[in-house]
């Protein structure tokens, strides 16, 4: 009686270069089961998907079975929503191009979608977060690098060739000036607005000064965004600086990013958005300092209200409800 | 017998400042009537939209009358997509909101569609243009200042607000050193790769160099960018570094657009592609330095093939075969 099933669940992937988190979601966004594996343990990507399927069984068991499930999403790095392929990434143990949707349908028999992480988030506030009901946003992605899902009409935008997106590679200090960028160029967004940004940023705010702060306590290349956190915290002037820095680089490219799609709202997500105020007050403040008149007031800043620990799995899994 | 009737033409409203210019449109692009009026003529918009449509009349005629129009498209400053308004346009005599799609509805008795000229001119090129088949590109036109148009998925890309899609005021300079911009800002794209910006950075490269010049026969503030592609053409050194600043700066931009939505093509349309090599050959090699590795060789950066005068009546025209 397939027809009169009720395809209630879908299943959403958190593929990590270290360790896969699967998740069984409902439609409003609960996770009714969750199992994992180990990413690096399967240097042949078939058995990988074969391990998976099998830690699989008993979470899709708890709902029914797989005849009640819609679909499944996956947020890996480097996926290509039109291809459903992993292309070159260079954190998994897989090398080239790794066709995980086909081989995911195939051993399942449920249709698989696959986008990269940050667009696998905004999926995710779209469809159970922050962004639900809206049509037109940007969501920043703030962990060790900075990511980027656009969505215009409802729909990420994924570009001529599947990668679109990429706001942490916009060139924010084009002067001589600029970062080094792991992706080979200079003064990318995210080598300042990044978990490992804002460390950066640390290192050379207390090299620049003598200040007494309780970070000079730590080596300087064992400095975390978290320990600039604690720092803040405790009231120390030169953490707070060095979100003010980061939240003043950040709202003013989302100034510049308005003129794009003028969305309704940013919605922040990922590690750094713990700073809370430290970061979003800048941020706001230089936001409306620099966008365009035309566009002032119109955009919501957003923080991700959607539990950190399930929301990559929440936001994989609602590319499962597609068609 | 109005269901036989084949709707094989559009209307298209190039809305200038101080003229306002009419084509019928068929499906190939081919203007087969045309007539103007002069926008500043009518302070009041109702008289504007009763002499727009009597001038009309005998266009009209021509291929056959009204039950063969389809629809109208306007190119207007500060034309809104969504609402079908005219909104706080600078540079026209109507002030305020002034609902110019609903009044040549009631006029003419077809569906009227407004946006901006960069939108109509990306509408043009995808129905008419170079871009005919794409689904993925974005239109930047040269001309007094610089706009844009982006196309996703095969769709002008509106936003929440209807005035998405405005490059020209994304800031490439954040320094100190930012150029002044209309917008109230500093550092705006339009600021130096405009008419206007490359005559700016004439008068700025002359006046730091002792350099011979044909370009310092003219008073520094008369010069416009035809002269400097004058004096480019005579091989003057200073007019081909003016536009290599100029393409350069674009190209970089561009590089950084691609961030956004992976475009296939860029395409460029305005009175600054006539300086052709001179602009875009440093265009294209700015571009080729700055993309992002992932995306390099993939968008084309093309010149709009249309012709110049007509291009705007084109692109307006466009909008009226939606729906």
Same mark, same amino acid.
């Given at each position: 009686m397939e027809n009169t099933t009720l395809k209630d669940y879908v299943i959403g992937l958190d593929m990590g270069g270290t360790n896969s988190i699967f998740g069984i979601v409902d439609a409003r966004g609960t996770i009714k089961a969750q199992t994992a594996i180990k990413?690096? /343990?399967?240097? $042949?990507v078939k058995d990988y998907v074969k391990a998976a399927v099998e830690a699989l069984g008993p979470a899709i068991d708890v709902v029914g +079975? %797989? #005849?009640? %499930?819609?679909g499944m999403g996956i947020g890996a790095p480097n996926g290509n929503y039109y291809t459903g392929n992993i292309e070159y990434a260079a954190n998994l143990v897989w090398e080239g191009v790794v066709p995980i949707a086909r081989l995911f349908e195939e051993a399942l028999g449920v249709p698989v979608r696959v986008t990269n992480d940050a667009n696998a988030a905004a999926m995710g506030e779209m469809t159970y977060g922050v962004a639900r009901g809206m049509k037109n946003f940007i969501m920043i992605t703030l962990g060790t690098g900075v990511g980027s899902g656009i969505v215009v009409d409802g729909k990420i935008v994924y570009g001529s060739d599947g990668? /679109? +997106? #990429?706001? +942490? *590679? &916009?060139? %924010? $200090? *084009?002067?001589?000036n600029g970062r080094k960028c792991g992706c080979g160029r200079s003064g990318c967004l995210e080598t300042y607005c990044s978990a490992t940004g804002v460390a950066r940023t640390a290192r050379e705010m207390l090299a620049s000064s003598t200040e007494p702060s309780? &970070?000079? #306590?730590?080596?300087p290349e064992e400095i975390t965004s978290y320990d600039v956190f604690k720092a803040a915290e405790q009231g120390d002037a030169t953490a707070i600086g060095i979100f003010e820095y980061t939240g003043r680089l950040l709202g003013r490219s989302c100034a510049d990013f308005c003129t794009f799609n003028t969305p309704e709202a940013f919605v922040f997500f990922g590690g750094l958005t713990k700073a809370g105020d430290f970061l979003m007050n800048p941020l706001r403040k230089a936001y409306d300092e620099h966008v365009l008149s035309i566009y002032k007031g119109k955009a919501k800043l957003l923080v991700s209200a959607l539990n950190g620990s399930e929301a990559a799995v929440l936001g994989a899994s609602a590319l499962g409800w597609e068609e």
């Open positions: 990413t690096t /343990a399967y240097p $042949d +079975g %797989i #005849e009640h %499930i819609k990668f /679109a +997106g #990429e706001l +942490g *590679h &916009l060139v %924010i $200090d *084009h002067t001589s309780p &970070l000079r #306590e730590i080596k």
